[in-house]
């Protein structure tokens, strides 16, 4: 089976520039969660999103967004990139709630977007 | 609201030797814990969880961790430090129901010496 995958694994762009990230989930998991990871730091929580839905939102400016496919697969949005957007960002995903089975996010291998 | 600390952000062990990451953590529903190990530019590995039930969790590659409500700890353990524990340790805390929004410490760099 297929883990969380993630597209592309390295980017470079230019301040004030746009960018997309793009998550697959594993297979029959219907949330997926972002997260900013900066060097030398834990993962900080960005969006949630379960059944397409935004269900979560970490603190961070309206230039991130994020959206998720009826595939369950999900895009993350920059808009006007800072130097301080460098970072590896990771998707997660989960089985979502309401279920009875314990779950734990699983993550994908990260996307290391670099801002120049 | 939900939070982690991790105490130490580097720790030196001796191969052969016990490994010991500090995590307190504090949580206004009963929490689900979590211990995940990164390896450079990867992504994060589950090592093991904490879920309400047995208070004493083992893991994958020998690691454990005991959560005591008490002192609010959740710390990992491992007898004997083998090289390739050489990583980043990170602590993470979810409320036990809803949505699973996972909060992070800010991690442990764990070195092995020879």
């Known amino acids: 089976d297929a883990g969380v995958t993630q597209s592309p694994t390295h980017l470079i762009k230019t301040r004030g520039q746009h960018v997309t990230l793009r998550c697959s989930p594993i297979s029959g998991h219907k949330s997926v969660s972002w997260y900013q990871q900066v060097l030398g730091q834990g993962p900080q929580f960005i969006f949630q999103y379960y059944e397409k839905e935004e269900r979560g939102r970490g603190n961070f400016p309206d230039r991130f967004s994020a959206r998720q496919f009826p595939n369950y697969s999900s895009e993350l949005n920059v808009n006007a990139l800072l130097l301080g957007d460098s970072a590896l960002y990771l998707c997660?995903?989960?089985?979502?709630?309401?279920?009875?089975?314990?779950?734990?996010?699983?993550f994908g291998q990260g996307t290391r977007l670099t801002v120049v | 609201a939900q939070s982690v600390t991790q105490l130490g952000s580097h720790v030196s062990v001796s191969e052969g030797a016990l490994v010991l990451l500090r995590c307190n953590y504090s949580?206004?529903?009963?929490?689900?814990l979590f211990w995940y190990v990164q390896y450079p530019n990867q992504g994060l590995q589950l090592l093991l969880k904490?879920?309400?039930?047995?208070?004493l969790v083992k893991g994958i590659n020998g690691f454990e961790a005991e959560f005591k409500k008490s002192e609010t700890s959740f710390h990992l353990t491992k007898p004997s430090a083998h090289m390739r524990d050489a990583a980043e340790y990170f602590c993470a805390v979810s409320p036990s129901g809803g949505y699973q929004k996972v909060t992070f410490g800010t991690g442990t760099k764990l070195q092995v010496i020879p």
């Open positions: 997660a995903s989960s089985l979502g709630p309401g279920t009875k089975a314990v779950t734990e996010a699983f």
């Open positions: 949580s206004s529903v009963p929490p689900y």
């Open positions: 904490y879920t309400s039930a047995a208070t």
